[in-house]
């Protein structure tokens, strides 16, 4: 089965818990065979949204199709196809490993025993011991290894890199870009883990506050950000920046700020607007530094942050 | 099926031990009940009697809620809900393994029973549909207590909250009943139980499949509510029925 151009749209997709509306209106296209990144703070709204997009929670209003189908209608077909992995995820604890793996293999059509094996070992897994007597990273890597072992379309990973340690979080970062380089799988992870999404995702979006406040491919967000040095002389006026630049600074004859639309000879003529004489330097920044200027820029509405 | 009875299995291996232990009872329970050749004087077998059906009964809640709760039908962070497990399929596993242990397997132990006291089971035909019933309808409403709850402690005091509350507002409303005669007592008295067996099993098992198909909260509160004031209602208003028309 081949699905559409995006293996997830959302509709102004919504989830209230009472009165706290942990999502709003979110509207969201996930690029079949992506690496997709959701960031945000906690209480975003990402695990809220993953698990609407899961059939796990029900949406107070507004649509989510998922590998085709309305996600409040995903079936033992699309299930299939579909693996999720949470950091909060109760796997049957007095299984074993091995038991684990016999358990789900009747479920899925597409079980590949060889990649079972292969992951098996690369994960250095326990085969006989029961999950309940295995760390959370291991339990983590089985959990994975589960959902990886049938090779979905769709994986959804919600936090899976929490509070694991460095040699953990690396074999499962391995294991995820070696099942999204096959091209055979579309993965979306939320995470707050900057570094690990950084190395894995290919498609960004932040969600902050239940509302999306960008969406766009790695390379873009990386592209459009710089953090800018201008050395000056004399005084300059702030009260009249373009709204673009974020986190402006100013002293001892250096201005630091952040483009946020960044364009090497529209920032430039943007820059020699204001200090003629000015040096002015740009510097790539990476997704963590940009994740913070946005946080800290927090108060700044969507239209001034997104392009 | 194949799918089904792989769910069961795991189930099945998962309570092994439980399930062994439970159906030991069982025997032990029988072989007191039906079969007391034992040399043990009366208050000591009465005393074995009453150990035995505690057992039974305390055991026999642990483990239908267990089975219940395993797969729990609402919990977003159960392991089953990501899995390609309909809430449809899961449910008749469920409710199909929880009949067969608790309303299935004593029926057979007292057909046996039945069998070895020379009864001929047509004639006692009421009966045994009485028990089933009453299997059914107790099994069917901690079904529901269990997948409304995340615990067997809560699942037991809101099956005893219910039972109680309803037990209570019935008693309450029944002193202002008129007064029957006893023959017309004891007719009423059967046909309130049975149509309060029927009432809760059916309204268990709407609870049950909302639960696990709709998983609306506020559908499930109004069932629990319309199931102890129906409970305690027809509790009552079977007295005015056969006051007036008995």
């Given at each position: 089965?081949?699905f559409?151009?995006?293996?997830?749209?959302?509709d102004r997709?919504t989830?209230?818990?009472?009165a706290?509306?942990?999502?709003h209106?979110l509207?969201l296209a996930?690029?079949?065979g992506s690496v997709?990144a959701l960031?945000?703070?906690?209480g975003?709204g990402k695990?809220t949204?993953?698990?609407?997009?899961?059939?796990?929670?029900?949406?107070?209003?507004?649509?989510?199709?998922?590998?085709?189908?309305?996600?409040?209608k995903?079936?033992?077909?699309?299930?299939?196809?579909?693996?999720?992995?949470?950091?909060?995820?109760?796997?049957?604890?007095?299984m074993?490993?091995?038991?684990?793996?016999?358990?789900?293999r009747?479920f899925?059509?597409?079980?590949?025993?060889?990649?079972?094996a292969?992951?098996?070992?690369?994960?250095?897994?326990p085969?006989?011991?029961?999950?309940?007597q295995?760390s959370?990273?291991m339990?983590?890597?089985?959990?994975?290894?589960?959902?990886l072992?049938?090779?979905?379309k769709?994986l959804?990973?919600?936090?899976?890199?929490?509070g694991?340690d460095?040699v953990?979080r690396?074999?499962?970062?391995?294991g995820?870009l070696?099942?999204?380089?096959?091209?055979?799988?579309?993965?979306?992870v939320?995470?707050h883990?900057?570094?690990e999404?950084e190395?894995?995702?290919?498609?960004v979006?932040?969600l902050d506050g239940?509302?999306?406040?960008?969406s766009e491919t790695?390379?873009?967000?990386?592209?459009?950000?710089?953090?800018?040095?201008?050395d000056?002389e004399?005084?300059v006026?702030?009260s009249?920046?373009?709204?673009?630049?974020?986190?402006?600074?100013s002293?001892?004859?250096r201005a630091?700020?952040v483009e946020?639309a960044f364009?090497?000879?529209?920032?430039?003529?943007a820059?020699r607007?204001?200090?003629?004489?000015?040096?002015?330097?740009?510097?790539?920044?990476?997704?963590?530094e940009?994740f913070?200027?946005l946080?800290r820029?927090g108060?700044?509405?969507?239209?001034?942050?997104?392009? | 099926?194949?799918?089904t009875l792989?769910?069961?299995?795991?189930?099945?291996y998962?309570f092994r031990?439980?399930?062994v232990?439970?159906?030991?009872?069982?025997?032990?329970f029988?072989?007191?009940?039906?079969?007391?050749?034992?040399?043990v004087?009366?208050q000591?077998?009465?005393?074995?009697?009453?150990v035995?059906v505690?057992?039974?009964a305390v055991?026999?809640?642990?483990?239908?809620?267990?089975?219940?709760?395993?797969d729990?039908?609402?919990?977003?962070r159960?392991?089953w809900?990501t899995r390609?497990?309909?809430?449809?399929?899961?449910?008749?596993?469920k409710?199909?393994?929880?009949l067969a242990l608790?309303v299935?397997?004593p029926?057979?132990i007292?057909?046996?029973?039945?069998w070895?006291?020379?009864?001929v089971?047509?004639?006692?035909l009421?009966?045994?549909?009485?028990?089933?019933?009453a299997?059914?309808?107790?099994?069917?409403t901690?079904?529901?207590a269990a997948s409304?709850?995340?615990?067997?402690?809560?699942?037991?005091v809101?099956?005893?909250g219910?039972v109680?509350?309803?037990?209570?507002?019935?008693e309450?409303?029944?002193?202002?009943?008129?007064?029957?005669?006893a023959?017309?007592a004891?007719?009423m008295n059967?046909?309130r139980?049975?149509?309060?067996?029927?009432?809760?099993?059916?309204?268990s098992?709407?609870?049950i499949l909302?639960?696990?198909?709709?998983?609306?909260?506020t559908t499930?509160?109004?069932l629990?509510?319309?199931?102890?004031?129906?409970?305690?209602?027809?509790?009552?208003l079977?007295s005015?029925?056969y006051f007036?028309?008995?």
């Amino acid at each position: 089965m081949t699905f559409p151009m995006n293996i997830i749209e959302t509709d102004r997709l919504t989830r209230r818990f009472r009165a706290t509306e942990a999502v709003h209106a979110l509207t969201l296209a996930v690029p079949t065979g992506s690496v997709f990144a959701l960031l945000g703070p906690n209480g975003a709204g990402k695990t809220t949204t993953l698990k609407m997009l899961a059939n796990l929670l029900l949406p107070t209003a507004g649509s989510a199709r998922v590998l085709g189908v309305d996600s409040r209608k995903l079936g033992e077909r699309e299930l299939a196809q579909l693996g999720y992995v949470s950091e909060d995820q109760r796997l049957p604890d007095w299984m074993t490993v091995t038991q684990l793996l016999g358990y789900c293999r009747p479920f899925y059509p597409t079980w590949d025993a060889d990649l079972e094996a292969k992951l098996l070992v690369r994960f250095e897994l326990p085969a006989d011991r029961k999950l309940s007597q295995l760390s959370r990273g291991m339990r983590m890597k089985a959990a994975l290894l589960s959902s990886l072992a049938y090779r979905p379309k769709l994986l959804v990973l919600d936090e899976p890199f929490s509070g694991l340690d460095p040699v953990v979080r690396d074999d499962l970062t391995a294991g995820l870009l070696e099942a999204a380089q096959l091209g055979e799988t579309t993965v979306l992870v939320s995470s707050h883990d900057i570094e690990e999404v950084e190395r894995l995702a290919d498609h960004v979006a932040l969600l902050d506050g239940g509302r999306l406040r960008f969406s766009e491919t790695t390379e873009a967000l990386l592209g459009r950000f710089r953090r800018i040095e201008v050395d000056y002389e004399g005084t300059v006026d702030s009260s009249s920046l373009p709204e673009s630049w974020l986190g402006w600074s100013s002293g001892g004859g250096r201005a630091v700020f952040v483009e946020t639309a960044f364009q090497s000879e529209h920032t430039e003529r943007a820059c020699r607007e204001r200090f003629p004489l000015a040096r002015v330097r740009a510097h790539p920044m990476t997704l963590r530094e940009i994740f913070i200027t946005l946080a800290r820029a927090g108060r700044h509405s969507t239209e001034e942050i997104a392009r | 099926m194949k799918l089904t009875l792989h769910i069961i299995k795991k189930d099945m291996y998962q309570f092994r031990w439980s399930l062994v232990l439970w159906l030991a009872c069982f025997v032990y329970f029988f072989l007191f009940q039906e079969r007391a050749t034992f040399h043990v004087d009366t208050q000591l077998r009465d005393i074995l009697r009453l150990v035995a059906v505690l057992t039974i009964a305390v055991f026999s809640w642990a483990l239908l809620v267990s089975i219940i709760q395993q797969d729990h039908p609402t919990d977003t962070r159960a392991f089953w809900k990501t899995r390609p497990v309909s809430a449809l399929r899961l449910v008749m596993v469920k409710l199909g393994l929880v009949l067969a242990l608790f309303v299935g397997i004593p029926l057979l132990i007292a057909l046996t029973g039945g069998w070895l006291q020379h009864l001929v089971v047509f004639n006692t035909l009421r009966e045994f549909s009485l028990m089933v019933l009453a299997m059914s309808s107790v099994t069917l409403t901690l079904a529901a207590a269990a997948s409304c709850t995340s615990n067997i402690v809560y699942a037991l005091v809101l099956w005893l909250g219910v039972v109680f509350g309803s037990g209570t507002v019935a008693e309450l409303l029944s002193r202002s009943l008129p007064k029957l005669t006893a023959h017309l007592a004891m007719q009423m008295n059967m046909n309130r139980i049975i149509t309060l067996l029927v009432f809760s099993a059916v309204l268990s098992l709407a609870i049950i499949l909302n639960q696990y198909l709709r998983r609306r909260l506020t559908t499930t509160i109004l069932l629990l509510i319309l199931a102890s004031a129906g409970c305690s209602l027809a509790g009552v208003l079977w007295s005015y029925y056969y006051f007036y028309h008995g």
